[in-house]
């Protein structure tokens, strides 16, 4: 079956500095690859998303790449800020429209 | 557009109670989701509607949990009777027509005393 692992948290990281979140995935076709961000008391929501290999998705100065052959889609940010503090899923979709399986999710402590 | 509206956003009801969640989804959304969140298990999907019929239910825990999606823009997931382990923060998401996203709603904090 589909599988998403993502690096354990928390991240501590102070303002300014480089964050990488690791995420791997176990599918068996092809599938569209999510991350998601939940801010404390909030529902998730789509930070970026790629649907094939080699696609980027940016939003925000997070990007992430679809790299099929190490099935992985990493999420990167060159300079965070304490407001990105908050919980990060990656999750991926096989299929057009059909449930997501979701990763157990990373949180992200930034500090002034 | 309002997004995906849950009500309550916060219950505190005592265990054998019944809770009832709502959830109205996105308009020109043709898919559901409710989901359950929890410190131990993370994300769970509970079940999910398509075009108003219930599609999967295998993540539903047991006969106490059920769901209803009597028209495109209401949802409902009942607990009865609930119990402690139940209390999570219960998620209903949105996707489907153009879009192949899921959007969230801002989530129901079930408390079981």
């Known amino acids: 079956g589909n599988s998403v692992t993502q690096m354990e948290g928390p991240v501590t990281l102070s303002e300014e500095a480089f964050l990488t979140i690791n995420c791997t995935y176990t599918?068996?076709?092809?599938?569209?690859l999510f991350w998601y961000v939940q801010y404390p008391g909030e529902g998730l929501q789509l930070l970026l998303k790629?649907?094939?290999?080699?696609d980027k998705g940016s939003n925000k100065g997070f990007e992430a790449t679809y790299r099929k052959e190490t099935t992985s889609f990493h999420l990167e940010k060159g300079s965070v800020q304490v407001s990105d503090s908050a919980v990060y899923f990656c999750?991926?979709?096989?299929?057009?429209?059909?449930?997501?399986?979701f990763g157990k999710g990373t949180m992200l402590l930034v500090s002034p | 557009d309002a997004g995906v509206i849950q009500s309550p956003r916060h219950e505190v009801t005592e265990m054998g109670q019944e809770v009832t969640l709502r959830c109205k989804p996105i308009?020109?959304?043709?898919?559901l989701f409710w989901y359950r969140q929890t410190m131990m298990r993370g994300l769970e999907l509970l079940i999910y509607?398509?075009?108003?019929?219930?599609?999967?239910d295998s993540g539903m825990p047991e006969d106490r949990f059920s769901a209803k999606m009597p028209n495109a823009s209401f949802s409902t997931l009942k607990i009865q009777p609930s119990e402690p382990r139940d209390s999570a923060v219960y998620f209903c998401?949105?996707?489907?027509?153009?879009?192949?996203?899921?959007?969230f709603g801002p989530g129901t904090r079930l408390t079981v005393l």
């Open positions: 308009s020109g959304h043709n898919s």
């Open positions: 998401a949105s996707g489907g027509g153009t879009t192949d996203t899921q959007y």
């Open positions: 999750a991926l979709q096989e299929g057009g429209y059909s449930t997501l399986t």
């Open positions: 599918a068996t076709g092809y599938p569209s």
């Open positions: 509607f398509n075009n108003n019929v219930p599609i999967d």
């Open positions: 790629a649907t094939k290999a080699d």
